[in-house]
């Protein structure tokens, strides 16, 4: 018969409920940030109050449309939509974006993220087209100049040139009311 001493047991027992303890940890957090109220969608961007990323994008091959390029901010408020037609929650926004298309604060421009001309333009027979201006990204290299999580993604930049806003996922008419217009009226007025 061995007998254990007693810095070995309770070695052997701290390790036992180590997994325990670590699980413990984790749920308090989990619980914390879903009881903070803050909204987990919200994405820090590093770029707001900087200047928009250089930009030169073609325009989308069978429109009558321009590209996206950075003189075009200058100037005017520009949103700035990243989207593709393969994006479920695109098709999801489409039709808020085409209520904010006539808006004479700012101009609604498109970033076609990833995308095949033929399916950005059927995506734009179907859903409407809210966009001035699309430059094409087919690469996405523009868009991680940007610093695009994925699409949707929305860009308020000022008359300066500056990013003043991000939106990550699908506008909805909360967000849209209570975010992007707030935003879009401070950025007509003052910038």
């Known amino acids: 018969m ?3 001493n007693g810095p070995a047991k309770r070695r052997r027992s701290w390790l036992a409920i180590l997994p325990l303890v670590v699980f413990a940890g984790l749920a308090a957090i989990f619980l914390i940030q879903l009881r903070s109220g803050e909204d987990s969608s919200f994405v820090p961007s590093v770029l707001i109050g900087r200047e928009a990323p250089a930009t030169n994008l073609p325009p989308l091959a069978g429109s009558d449309l321009p ?3 950075s ?20 098709r999801e926004e489409q039709p808020l ?5 006539g808006d004479p604060r700012f101009r609604l421009t ?5 995308d095949k001309p033929e399916n950005a333009l059927r995506f734009l027979g179907e859903m409407g087209n809210p966009f ?5 990204d ?6 991680i100049d940007w610093g695009v999580y994925g699409v949707p993604e929305t860009y308020l930049v000022g008359k300066d040139g500056r ?5 990550v996922g699908p506008f909805t008419a909360q967000s849209v009311a209570g975010e992007l217009m707030p935003a879009i009226e401070k950025a007509a007025g003052g910038s």
Do not use: Q
């Open 97 to 101: 974006l085409m209520t904010l298309k």
């Open 71 to 90: 003189a075009d901010f200058k100037g005017r408020v520009t949103l700035v939509n990243v989207w593709a037609s393969w994006c479920a929650p695109c």
């Open 138 to 143: 087919e690469n996405g290299r523009t868009a």
């Open 2 to 4: 061995s007998v254990e």
């Open 163 to 167: 990013i003043l806003y991000k939106h």
């Open 110 to 114: 498109g970033l076609n993220y990833k």
């Open 132 to 136: 001035a201006a699309i430059g094409v």
């Open 67 to 69: 590209g996206l390029a």
